[in-house]
């Protein structure tokens, strides 16, 4: 083969991207199982998070509307760089859409060519579930048995089979304003064969429970929990406060105990400790998984994991869902890029994509 | 039809992904024709810039590393979200790939719906090219017939080809630092019949010229123009020097006559006059295009538009490329986001996309 030839084909390579669909997504994430993918990005995302200082890491970027949200998140290390897409609409069910989508690409730093357009939408309850149990795993008393899980929702089953298969946990108590998800969410817990009880209240749900995951979707800053319902020992991981104006826990709920976060900067603004002076203490996960810090110090502590959801997450489950994929053979080739024969002659392709004597200079002849 | 079976249709048409290849987007200019999408997308764009109170807007958040940058680039009005991923890595000629590629997105902001992604390698050729001619509309000499082409690669055709269809300029001055790359600016614009002379140095290529036109590639602080080389009433066009310490002006230039940005904000950071101390005058262009502020006062006053890339540009190209692409129908459908029966069980999905006995039950009970 000439050096031209084989220049060309290592070009066609390396600028070649493939796309994961959310039906291809869904496929993967269903051969392999959905708790075994959740452990899957679990493993990813300790991995990732015990190298924290190997990425260049910033807050996320939002576009605020009266109705919603539209960020971008990107995070790079020295070989890969990611980002993901992501609304939060809250009102969306009036159009039967889902209240967050998302889908998101990793790249190669070393050249820029974007490798992998993947659907997020799936793959984002995956990580933030596994997520959640990596902190908690961190975190919860290894004995927890019960969790209440408030905000019955598109996120919900993806936490109860997170925590029943990464931590043990039996029994899930149930309550959301909207008793239609609840039922959603019951039957599935039933076909999982997963123990569940629904209560009328949030504080009912809470009560006695090892773990407490609050999970809901308004974009106000509700007070899901307040400090009266929280006992000695318990976990609260709280999901659903991710956004400025958006929480759900009272403030006396944060100072029940330590509270810890994904990345400050982003957290600070974003997370239930937006409600919080700027010097409120809080630490990074990442300084507990890698034994820096104490989690938890004592059985009758009550620890606080506020999060918001962090690109770095969506690092791992795109690498994730990348190998996963690549091994079930279940991507496709897109042409994002153009291939070109000599990258100086962009015009050269575009000239040529019908013929040197088409319109490109038929529209020259005439505007001349 | 029911009206659960109408809300699902309707989810389904909202849900819905447009998918614009490098490959189709090549088709779609070369069958409109490279100087009349040039032309429809500067008028796109002086629209947008003349509603420039209208948009959320922000510098763009770039990823560098020693070898290149990766940049997103956000922007909003209240209907339309739009953003572009870019890349800039001058040694991507050792794999055969451009120096710059490039993607975007439009999004429905009412829903967070991304409504098309688009290749934009190719159209940022077009986007650029078309925002050179329009801030040359409003501050160049209108008898202006002769532009210097400094840097012949792969943006440097349609430079040419929008200042000779919007400006009227007849002849090019080119000089390139690799003989090779204007070989071949020379071979395309001998045929599409537009008028060329190659010069051994900047200088010379420089002398003369009404328009200066700068767009190399290299992420060096480097000084293409010198002040001596600068005439009364030559109005130059910097496109190269387009991120931290990337820069071809001399400091000496931009003091030679008014400089006229995009975005303030992220010019100061990305621009030429990153050089300028924090309270050197500049004038953003939408201000020139709205009437507010006169543009060039003289025939004798020389004019300097540092242009960067913003990502407004983008969001017109990609509204241009949305509604040509249409009328030609030459996108294509890709599931990017999940149609969900029922909006808040995405795990019904994900259960049912094999079956529900399939291995999703099955990774439950194994791990139970």
Redesign the interface.
């Known amino acids: 083969m000439s050096i031209h030839r084989k ?2 084909k ?2 066609v390579r ?2 070649s991207t493939q ?1 994961l ?4 997504a ?2 993967v ?8 993918c959740i452990a899957g990005v679990a493993a990813y995302i300790e991995e990732d998070f015990r190298r924290w200082n190997d990425f ?1 890491k ?1 807050a996320r ?1 939002a ?3 009266d ?4 960020e ?1 998140m ?1 995070v ?1 290390d ?1 070989t890969t ?1 990611a ?1 993901k ?1 992501v ?3 809250p009102g ?2 009036r ?5 967050v ?1 998302a ?1 998101g ?1 990793l ?1 190669d ?6 490798v992998l ?1 993947s ?1 997020l ?2 793959t984002t ?1 995956i990580r933030t579930a596994a997520m959640s149990a990596v902190a908690a795993r961190a975190l919860a008393r290894p004995d927890s048995k019960t969790m209440a899980l408030i905000g ?4 919900s ?2 936490q109860a ?1 997170a925590f ?2 990464l931590l043990g946990v039996e029994t899930f108590h149930l309550f959301d304003i ?1 008793a ?2 609840t039922d ?1 969410l019951v039957a ?1 817990l039933d ?4 123990q569940s009880k629904r209560f009328g209240d949030t504080r009912s749900a809470v009560k006695g429970c090892d773990i407490v995951t609050t999970v809901t979707a308004d974009k106000t800053n509700a007070t899901i929990l307040t400090p009266e319902m929280i006992e000695p020992g318990m976990h609260i991981n709280g999901v659903g406060g991710d956004c400025p104006g958006k929480t759900e826990l009272h403030a006396g709920v944060l100072r029940k105990g330590p509270v810890f976060c994904e990345f400050e900067p982003q957290s600070r603004i974003e997370g239930d400790m937006q409600q919080m002076p700027a010097d409120f203490p809080v630490t990074e996960l990442w300084q507990v998984l890698t034994g820096r810090v104490v989690g938890r110090s004592s059985a009758d502590q009550v620890t606080i994991y506020d999060s918001v959801g962090f690109a770095l997450e969506d690092y791992s489950a795109l690498r994730y869902m990348r190998d996963v994929a690549a091994e079930l053979k279940m991507t496709e080739t ?7 024969a ?10 040529e ?2 013929g ?1 004597q ?11």
């Open positions: 220049l060309k290592e070009a390396r600028a796309f669909s959310a039906e291809r869904a496929e994430i269903n051969r392999k199982g959905v708790a075994e260049d910033c970027l576009n605020h509307s109705v919603g949200v539209i971008l990107p790079a020295a760089y980002f897409y609304n939060g609409h969306n069910h159009y039967n859409l889902p209240t989508m889908f690409v790249a730093v070393a050249t820029g060519v974007p357009v659907e939408t799936i309850a019955n929702g598109a996120q089953e993806f089979l029943h298969h909207d239609a998800a959603k599935n076909r999982l064969g997963l897109i042409s994002l890029i153009p291939t070109l000599d990258p100086k002659n962009l015009f050269g392709f575009v000239a994509n019908r040197a088409g319109p490109v200079l038929a529209a020259v002849a005439a505007a001349a």
